[in-house]
């Protein structure tokens, strides 16, 4: 397959060694196979970082993933409607879904956008009109006791973030979502099942071999309604709220058990 662009040599990486596009490592409690992604590669900047971030807010704008974390935000204070929740974004990206947070009308939220690379913090306040009221840090998802203390926010929400690690890390990065949470975590992600795999494969025949890569290993790495129950319960949560948007993403409300 012709391509014009080179393997990323370095970085941090999900599974572990070199990095090698489609690597597929099965894993231990679910039935997701993790590969490495090239926007996971430090690598990734420049001109290919903001391709990637460009798909992400495409694919979260057109494909209802936007839509879904508004939902899933006012199922969460639906029986405290009165007060205005604050909310840690964690794995903002660019930060649109924040964003849409911020700015909706029928969500009023004071949000935080928390991502581990400097680069992507640096997009998310260069894409932020200075009216919208939105707050960029960087930060890490196992380590946020130590960035905000416990129960620091009333929801946390993590879009696209979780099916990048393991399923130990998923369980962890829950754990930790949880412990600076005082009402709810929001979990918005990927689907995987037969369908989706060939939908993102007919999807992405005319993108980029770094997009193509990413959308198809994503997806491989998605989650079964059974393994979103199994996971949340290890980490000390359960479903409270389940919505899906066409067949190919869901995001959860999860509270303590």
Known sequence: MPTNETTPPDADRASGGSFQPYRRVPQPWTGRRLSDEYLDQASCGGTSLERELGYLRAINRLLSGTSLSLRAVRTATRSNPS???SLLDVGTGSGDIARALAVSRGVEVDVTGL??????????????PADVAVRFVEGDVFRLVEAFGERAFDLTHASLTLHHFPDGAVVEALRSMARVSRRAVIWNDLTRGPVQLAAVRI??????????HDAR???EAGFTRAEIDD??????????????SLVYRFAAVLVPR
Do not use: I, K
């Open 231 to 244: 996971l949340a319960g290890r980490a000390g949560l359960r479903v409270a709220w389940l919505g899906r």
């Open 83 to 85: 007060t205005r929740p």
């Open 115 to 128: 991502d581990r690379r400097a680069e992507m913090v640096a997009e998310a306040r260069a894409r932020t």
């Open 217 to 219: 290993v994503s997806v």
């Open 203 to 212: 999807a992405t025949l005319a993108a980029t071999t770094s997009t193509r």
